[in-house]
């Protein structure tokens, strides 16, 4: 290799090496530059997008594209369309997950939304039919109705300039007013010139005046009125007797005399106007002197039948009279459909026969049989002992004195 050979290759390789470092430094100067920009201009982030919002869409994807060419460039931006979806509110939120905007390319979406929400006739007729029908609503405040006149007032008019719409915003909003603040601020704004007059002074001035107005409470009054059919009125009688639970009969009638204010019977079953009315209070003939009245009288110790009638005392709640339970009275009808009783007469067992008791007097047994006290010999001679003055202790009757006998 001659020596011209060697000194052509080495030139070429000084060459080189001097391209190479002069674009490294250009290199280092531009990434110098641009990271210096980056931290001195940084577009900032944009706010979500509504159509309430007051800017419009077409504003909004400039903010949007500037954001993101500064943070990651322009190379590509198809990667925008997934990131879009945070940055929506409302319908436009709708419409892109509607239209699954995140596979989509950007411009195809960016167009495709601007096309839906443009500002047409029909979306403009429908933003003024809103506008024409808005009212103060009951839990309202008048600053958030003041912002919600002017949102729809922009929507429903977006060919008016600034002077314009603040007119036509001022006047709706003395329009909607409650009327009890309306009349507050015409009497107000009398030497006021409205052309002169802030929206944001007029808003003031009725928050004042809702503040100041009294709040009334109302309370609904409903009145019912209950209509009470009278049916035909039943006799106390029946109907105590229809519900009644006791097991003798029909219900006991309340009564209460009216002469003597005692209850259980009426005035003209009242025995001290008519006496003979008065109930026997009489448990029965009996002339045992150790009974004293007591209703258990009358029975004597060798545990014989008695004389004395049970139901004597018991009233009858069907007629109103002593002596029988209403079961047994005769004034109430009987079931004719019922046959009679049959009682089956059968002879009595020999060991029963010879317990029966008889008469130690006149030797009656069986159904006839009574005690010595009640029997009639008895009777008779006691009837006789009164009549004479002269008092034996033997009897007319040929029968042994009364401690001799055998009990």
């Known amino acids: 290799m001659e020596d011209t050979d060697l000194k052509k290759m080495f030139q070429a390789l000084t060459?080189?090496?001097?391209?190479?470092?002069?674009?490294?430094?250009?290199?280092?100067?531009?990434?110098?530059?641009?990271?210096a920009g980056k931290n001195k201009f940084k577009v900032p982030e944009p706010e979500p997008f509504d159509l309430d919002g007051g800017v419009s869409l077409d504003e909004f994807f400039l903010s949007f594209e500037d954001y993101f060419a500064d943070l990651y460039g322009d190379n590509k931006k198809d990667a925008w369309s997934p990131v879009l979806k945070k940055f929506l509110e409302g319908e436009v939120k709708d419409a892109y997950m509607g239209l699954k905007g995140g596979n989509l390319k950007w411009e195809f979406l960016k167009t495709t939304l601007?096309?839906?929400?443009?500002?047409?006739?029909?979306r403009t007729n429908n933003y003024k039919r809103v506008f024409s029908a808005l009212a103060k609503k009951e839990n309202e405040s008048i600053l958030a109705f003041s912002i919600r006149i002017t949102k729809v007032s922009k929507q429903a008019h977006p060919t008016y300039r600034f002077e314009e719409l603040e007119d036509l915003t001022k006047g709706k909003f003395l329009e909607t007013l409650p009327?009890?603040?309306?009349?507050?601020?015409?009497?107000?704004?009398?030497?006021?010139?409205?052309?002169?007059?802030k929206y944001s002074c007029l808003v003031s001035m009725a928050e004042r005046f809702e503040a100041l107005a009294p709040k009334t409470n109302i309370v609904e009054v409903t009145n019912t009125t209950k209509t009470i059919v009278l049916g035909a009125a039943e006799p106390a009688l029946s109907v105590q007797a229809v519900t009644s639970l006791r097991p003798n009969g029909v219900a006991m009638p309340k009564l209460v005399c009216s002469h003597c204010n005692k209850p259980n019977h009426s005035q003209d079953r009242c025995w001290t106007l008519n006496p003979q009315l008065k109930p026997n209070n009489n448990r029965g003939n009996n002339y045992n002197s150790n009974s004293r009245g007591n209703p258990r009288g009358g029975y004597n110790n060798n545990r014989g039948a008695s004389n004395n009638n049970p139901n004597n005392n018991r009233k009858c709640y069907t007629c109103n009279d002593y002596g029988h339970l209403a079961n047994a009275c005769p004034s109430r009808q009987q079931n004719v459909n019922i046959?009679?009783?049959?009682?089956?007469?059968?002879?009595?067992?020999?060991?029963?026969?010879?317990?029966?008791?008889?008469?130690?007097i006149c030797g009656v047994s069986g159904?006839?049989?009574?005690?010595?006290?009640?029997?009639?010999?008895?009777?008779?001679?006691?009837?006789?002992?009164?009549?004479?003055?002269?008092?034996?202790?033997?009897?007319?009757?040929?029968?042994?004195?009364?401690?001799?006998?055998?009990?």
Do not use: G, Y
């Open 179 to 197: 009327a009890d603040i309306s009349e507050k601020m015409s009497i107000a704004l009398v030497n006021t010139d409205l052309t002169t007059a």
């Open 114 to 122: 601007k096309t839906q929400f443009a500002d047409t006739i029909q």
């Open 339 to 360: 046959p009679p009783p049959n009682f089956q007469k059968r002879a009595q067992n020999a060991a029963v026969f010879n317990t029966n008791r008889q008469c130690n």
């Open 15 to 35: 060459d080189a090496m001097t391209k190479i470092s002069a674009v490294n430094v250009k290199q280092e100067a531009q990434i110098a530059m641009l990271s």
């Open 367 to 407: 159904v006839n049989f009574h005690a010595w006290q009640q029997c009639p010999k008895v009777q008779q001679e006691i009837a006789n002992q009164s009549n004479t003055a002269v008092v034996t202790n033997n009897t007319d009757l040929n029968m042994q004195p009364f401690n001799a006998l055998n009990l």
